[in-house]
């Protein structure tokens, strides 16, 4: 993890870093539990500069309206952060190229967060390990989100699947075989509309029933034992208040589990669905099998299959200058 | 498991069998987790008899004011579902000799309600599997607290930390190192004022904190990770809400944990509270300091000292005719 050093031996100037998106909430660890998934994902370009601070250059990719005001951005916040506590007075330039959709679901902003985080560690003089960098994860999502949640910055910095503490990350181990169908519907889900939703309290029935579902499901991963986490795998306090936002869902969310899957709901805040399966070829089927339900809802879709184990966040080869 | 047969090689005509006391709830798992603790327990005796359904013939003990009705005592209400299932028109008598306290939170109906299943289990022609006998447990453990939980049956039925969701039972491995220490003021709390503070509904953010909590106590017991257990063991949820029922509540936490305790919280509803620690040693250290700590709030008490993975119910010599 050590970033490729310069010809004369001192920290490299610039580093470029990708981070894999993520489904977030994963059911039954609403803010708590999330996993990574390959096949999307932002990449961030890190260059240091004379400049004290952080400073936006460029976004592109498929999401360019974003703050370049750095403390309104959250790989921008993500940085001053890390500024702030390792290299006071010293300045970053950032570039983003977005791979991942705005409001899907998917931990966009956790994502850019964390491969801006990932490439401006290998400029330190000395980088700090990923469970360092959390602490600034979570002080960029915060922005994005209103709260220092690390169910998506958690799994990208780390790869599989995390539990996310506000203190700490723990990686679970679930199967190697257990894959994710992921499909994002071409649908913006308003964030604060998703957590509007959720601000009604809660009957402790709903408590009880959700804490046993977790329980279920991690133990599932740490025994590998599918049947445990088919028991578990279903969302008994915050899918009840988000599906009817999600044109399709009950359809989608019955097509995985017709296909197979262990288990599904929304994928973060959502729209986004994902499905757990026993398999990479379950998956697969499980993914064409929602698409084709969210086209009957008249939304297009785009599908990922990952294992649940899947990357972390990783430095890209350099960019030269 | 299987019962001793009479020299003419039938199924005894009484049984005899103890059921320890138990943690339940254990702070993070409020009607899920528990775990059974030696050194208190009831004790049931049960004959088969010429009439049909049960009959309560004696209960004695430290508590002895139980409903003689057998669908209105929890020990007969779960034979009734019991011979209903496996022998319908069949009797059994049933004597019960309690050792736990009414009240006490340890699990007092449960252990009866145990006890007495397995004792009867025992004069079936084909004795049933402990995690058979777990709806007939939840079936009278209803009656004594209006909810099919199985915090406190699942451990008796099984021994040691049990998740206990409506389905199943799951068993967990915590070291054999860690112990409990459990103590019981003389203070007699209504289960029902107990539950009464708990109506109210619960805001998202107390809850994400709560399945924190739990996911930490859950993968610390399953790996042997002492840290995590530290970081998870505290009730977010229904300990603020119970506490001021129990005299001295405060005090005899603060004690538990300055003996280092790795965390300790109400056992059931109250009033006994538990604490569990690393070994015996602190184990016995905080107990002590527990109960000077009651002492100084004017109660009585008495401690108990138990691994988390504690005794499972268990047949006694037969008692003979």
């Not at 790989?75 to 705005?102: M, N, Q, T, V």
């Not at 679901?105 to 967060?113: I, N, P, T, Y």
């Not at 029933?209 to 279903?234: H, K, P």
């Not at 339900?293 to 990783?314: E, K, T, W």
Request: hydrophobic letters at 45%.
């Amino acid at each position: 993890m050590n970033p490729p050093l310069s010809p004369d031996g001192h920290p490299p100037r610039i580093a470029r870093a990708f981070s894999p998106a993520s489904v977030g909430n994963v059911a039954v660890g609403f803010d708590l539990l999330g996993h990574s998934v390959s096949g999307a994902g932002d990449m961030a370009t890190v260059r240091r500069c004379e400049r004290p601070g952080v400073h936006i250059t460029a976004i592109r990719g498929v999401v360019t309206e974003l703050p370049r005001e750095p403390a309104a951005n959250t790989a921008g916040a993500a940085l001053l952060s890390l500024l702030e506590a390792e290299c006071p007075g010293h300045g970053f330039e950032l570039e983003l190229d977005k791979g991942i959709a705005l409001g899907s679901g998917m931990g966009g902003s956790a994502a850019s967060c964390v491969a801006a985080l990932v490439a401006a560690n290998a400029l330190l003089p000395t980088p700090l390990s990923r469970e360092a960098l959390y602490p600034h994860a979570l002080a960029g999502e915060s922005v994005a989100s209103g709260a220092r949640t690390g169910d998506n910055v958690g799994p990208m910095l780390l790869g599989g699947l995390v539990l996310a503490t506000p203190d700490r990350l723990l990686r679970l181990s679930p199967p190697a075989a257990w894959h994710c169908a992921l499909v994002h519907p071409h649908f913006v889900l308003e964030t604060l509309r998703a957590r509007e939703v959720l601000a009604a309290p809660y009957p402790l029935a709903d408590l009880v029933r959700q804490t046993a579902n977790l329980s279920q499901v991690l133990l599932g991963c740490e025994r590998g034992d599918a049947a445990l986490v088919r028991a578990g795998l279903r969302d008994a306090l915050v899918e009840p208040r988000r599906a009817p936002l999600v044109p399709g869902f009950a359809a989608v969310k019955q097509a995985a589990m017709d296909a197979g899957a262990m288990g599904a709901s929304l994928s973060g805040a959502g729209p986004s669905v994902f499905a757990w399966c026993e398999d990479a070829a379950t998956a697969s089927r499980a993914m064409g099998a929602m698409r084709a339900a969210f086209a009957v809802a008249g939304l297009d879709s785009d599908g990922f299959v990952s294992p649940l184990d899947g990357p972390a966040a990783a430095l890209l080869a350099p960019a030269g200058e």
